[in-house]
């Protein structure tokens, strides 16, 4: 099962930048553009307690954001990084002002987990309702083990 996950993964990544050269607008354009869009390290500065909170689109989003609102009311130095997977919720929410970096996350490949996980440092990460990202949860379980 996980090979043909990972074989999947692997041909969405090949597909996208092909896709690219022939879609100019939309939704599909946006998350294409969106994929090679990177996490600045000046933006990842540590202060507090890291959240991480990934939201397929807008509506888990919204679903996270009381959480995020009771967090940084009960201490303001908590830091808030919010991912997205779709152009619906990075488009509306790229400058929510209670995150401290707001991004998507890349297709799930084990490069992209070990480099996203790492960079980004969550002490507690949230995946909002039903989004299964293989490596990335791999990653942390390893993440976890090694930092225990």
């Not at 553009?33 to 807008?58: D, M, N, T």
Request: aromatic letters at 16%; a positive charge.
């Amino acid at each position: 099962m996980v090979f043909a996950y990972k074989l999947f993964v692997l041909f969405i990544q090949n597909a996208l930048p092909i896709l690219g050269i022939f879609i100019k607008k939309g939704k599909l354009k946006l998350f294409i553009e969106g994929q090679k869009l990177r996490i600045p390290k000046e933006k990842l500065v540590k202060k507090g307690k890291r959240y991480w909170f990934h939201c397929a689109s807008l509506g888990e989003f919204e679903q996270a954001r009381p959480i995020i609102e009771q967090l940084k009311q009960e201490d303001d130095s908590n830091s808030i990084v919010v991912s997205f997977f779709s152009p619906s919720g990075y488009t509306q929410k790229s400058n929510y002002p209670l995150a401290d970096f707001v991004f998507y996350l890349p297709l799930d490949t084990p490069k992209n987990a070990r480099k996203y996980v790492h960079d980004i440092q969550a002490d507690v990460v949230i995946f909002v309702k039903y989004e299964i990202w293989y490596f990335h949860l791999k990653e942390l379980l390893r993440t976890i083990h090694l930092y225990t």
